[in-house]
């Protein structure tokens, strides 16, 4: 039975060069001479990972978050993977760190918006959560065409991909 994954994984090569390329460029820039001003890549656990923006002020903070989306968009990587919006959190002295979660995997409650939005479609396939992805089967490999773009028009600010396609 035809069938793929919608999943939601960013390119870590990708997002790891436009990491690099932000820290190379704030390095060169005449504004943030003598700063502190850098970016960096953590992984929390096994899937999450978060981008670290540190800066000496308000100001730095929010060049250094326009150099780093730029960074993004020229490498490629989707900007709604980042959860931008966050608290810059005080650190010692004039430090500033802003945490920005990278999101990596489809939760609960998007899996079942992806659900109800193909149940609610009428179309002749069938949605299994299965771990942090979800399977959509059908009978047919034009029904899980239209399924896909149905997905991609009902859940535009999500990157959604979509992998193991099946015939």
């Known amino acids: 039975m035809p ?6 994984e960013p390119d870590l090569v990708e997002l790891r060069n436009a990491v690099e390329q932000a820290n190379k460029e704030i390095g060169t ?11 960096e890549l953590t992984q929390q656990g096994a899937k999450q990972r978060e981008l670290s923006l540190l800066a000496d002020s308000d100001f730095q903070l929010d060049q250094v978050r326009e150099v ?13 993977y980042l959860e931008l919006g966050g ?17 990596n995997g489809i939760d609960a409650d ?6 109800q939005a193909l149940k609610s479609s009428k ?4 949605a299994a ?10 009978a047919k490999r034009d029904d899980l065409q ?4 149905l997905l991609r028009r009902e859940l535009d600010e999500l990157p959604l991909g979509f992998n193991n396609f099946r015939a």
């Open 3 to 8: 069938s793929f994954d919608v999943v939601l």
């Open 29 to 39: 820039r005449f504004d943030f001479k003598g700063s502190s001003a850098q970016v």
């Open 68 to 80: 780093m989306l730029t960074r993004l968009a020229k490498r490629g990587v989707d900007v709604r």
């Open 87 to 103: 608290t810059p959190l005080k650190l010692g002295g004039d430090r500033l760190r802003l945490p920005v979660p990278v999101k």
């Open 110 to 115: 998007t899996a079942r918006r992806v659900q």
């Open 123 to 126: 179309l002749k396939v069938q």
């Open 129 to 138: 959560v299965q771990g942090d992805s979800v399977r959509v089967s059908g």
């Open 146 to 149: 239209s399924a896909i773009a």
